[in-house]
């Protein structure tokens, strides 16, 4: 039994190492893929986005799929589903082509994300394996994140863009191969009930959002389709018989507060990744192998700081002093890059931001904790499911909008008769000014609505987490014994 537990967490780890993968390792060729495909500047983030809606969209939906079929069953789908849009990611001959793809890979990885650690909890009952087994993922996933810069660049200059996206085919192909590992559940059964039309409402409201804010032209059209098709999710889940997020969860002001704090914080980090690969390829001039290498020490700050710095700090002056140490630590990093010139050089000018940008590593693991505490013992997994969603929406909505923000200034500074890498530099200083200000507002929202959870009593087993992974590792549990099956 011990020997199929630790292949079936590596079938899940694997799985895991692939979506987290291709995440990162987009980032460093989307320049090649512009110059390639003929993609406009507000048009190439919907290489991102359209990723990023679909799997924030359908996780909620994925993760109840997963307790009325069967979390293997939806796990193996979501991992064809995945390797099959990798293919036609690979193979896109336009930038239609490569869009549609996206989307079907986030929904792979939505089905495929939603029921993993769901899987873990039931191979894992006791509290220091399941302990052990989120650790491994938690590593896979900083591991992931650090990989895909480095190998993003070697693929795109050794071989092409298309590899970026192929690499998934041998990954995907050896995850399927160990499934057999993976029990079999049996699900509620269908007649449990989906809310698809939940799903297909919050699906195309944000994605009508992110078209307000990238597309100036659809922005009347767009966003008042945005404001009917999410306003009628609301209603619809004020209604639904099994609604995908029941809105008795935003009554909590310290789970409301978290979701919202998230939004704004994952909005400028991730757009931090994205605009500071395009800042050193196209005014720097990096290859995308010298770019992936040179974020390297970001990735790798953060990954530290979380898996071996957050939770002693967190232990010592508890989560909501962790979590603005983390944001002004991040500020830090952004407002640095208000200053960037024309002709940057590594050392005196990114690296301080790489480094810098560990704030994460304390703002992530505290804001999860802050935000599941808030949630009552039966609304676990539901909260597990939203706190995943609007990090998702977080990320489309930051790189939308702070994309938008650096192309408007650079064609305005183009306009005036300033040279392309000036141009470029102001609008990318404008989104890093933005993103700083938005992890200010975070400060505020950490500071006036959240609050530090109470003291809890130190569990009577031996063997118990320490302290800073507690909620996180319960409140896991929780998504199998209350259905929600989602990441957190």
Do not use: C
């Not at 849009?85 to 082509?97: D, E, F, N, T």
């Not at 480095?150 to 092409?160: A, H, K, M, P």
């Not at 408007?408 to 300033?418: E, M």
């Not at 141009?423 to 938005?438: E, N």
Request: net charge positive.
């Amino acid at each position: 039994m011990t020997s199929n537990r630790g292949a079936a967490l590596a079938v899940l780890a694997t799985g895991m190492l692939m979506t987290v993968l291709d995440g990162s390792i987009v980032t460093v060729a989307m320049p090649v893929m512009q110059a390639d495909l003929g993609f406009t500047p507000s048009g190439l983030t919907w290489v991102v986005n359209a990723y990023l809606i679909a799997f924030g969209s359908l996780l909620l939906l994925s993760g109840r799929l997963g307790d009325l079929l069967g979390r293997r069953r939806v796990l193996i789908a979501g991992t064809v589903v995945f390797v099959a849009a990798s293919v036609l990611a690979g193979l896109a001959a336009g930038p239609q082509m490569l869009v549609a793809a996206r989307f079907l890979q986030g929904a792979g990885s939505a089905m495929a994300g939603a029921v993993s650690l769901g899987i873990v909890v039931t191979l894992y009952p006791e509290p220091a394996g399941r302990a052990k087994a989120f650790g491994v993922f938690a590593f896979t996933g900083a591991a992931g994140a650090s990989i895909g810069q480095v190998l993003g660049g070697v693929l795109t200059d050794l071989l092409s863009w298309h590899w970026i996206f192929l690499i998934n085919v041998p990954i995907g192909v050896a995850a399927l191969a160990g499934m057999r590992f993976v029990p079999a559940d049996r699900g509620l059964g269908a007649r449990a009930g989906a809310d698809v039309l939940g799903a297909f409402l919050v699906t195309a409201g944000l994605m009508a959002g992110i078209a307000a804010v990238v597309q100036p032209a659809w922005r009347p059209a767009t966003a008042a389709a945005a404001v009917l098709l999410l306003a009628g999710f609301a209603a619809r889940q004020a209604t639904a018989r099994t609604p995908l997020m029941p809105l008795r969860i935003l009554r909590s002001r310290q789970v409301a507060g978290a979701n919202i704090l998230q939004v704004l914080m994952i909005g400028a980090m991730f757009s931090f990744q994205i605009l500071v690969a395009l800042y050193m390829q196209r005014v720097l001039h990096y290859t995308a192998l010298q770019t992936g290498l040179a974020m390297l020490p970001a990735a790798l700050s953060i990954a530290v700081v979380s898996l071996v710095v957050s939770a002693r700090v967190i232990a010592r002056v508890g989560e909501r002093v962790t979590l603005i140490i983390g944001l002004a630590l991040l500020v830090l990093a952004l407002g640095w890059l208000t200053r960037l010139p024309v002709d940057a050089r590594f050392v005196p000018d990114l690296l301080p931001v790489m480094l810098l940008i560990a704030g994460g590593g304390l703002a992530l693991p505290a804001i999860t904790g802050l935000g599941m505490s808030g949630a009552r013992p039966d609304d676990a997994g539901l909260a597990s499911g939203l706190f995943n969603t609007t990090q998702q929406v977080g990320m489309a909505l930051g790189v939308a909008a702070l994309s938008t923000v650096a192309a408007s200034r650079t064609a305005a500074r183009l306009a005036s008769g300033a040279s392309e890498a000036a141009a470029l530099t102001a609008g990318y200083r404008l989104a890093f000014t933005v993103g700083a200000a938005l992890l200010l507002l975070s400060i505020a929202v950490a500071a006036l609505v959240l609050r530090s959870p109470a003291p809890r009593p130190a569990p009577a087993s031996a063997g118990a987490p320490p302290a800073g992974g507690q909620v996180r590792i319960s409140t896991l549990a929780n998504d199998t014994e209350y259905g929600g099956g989602s990441v957190v």
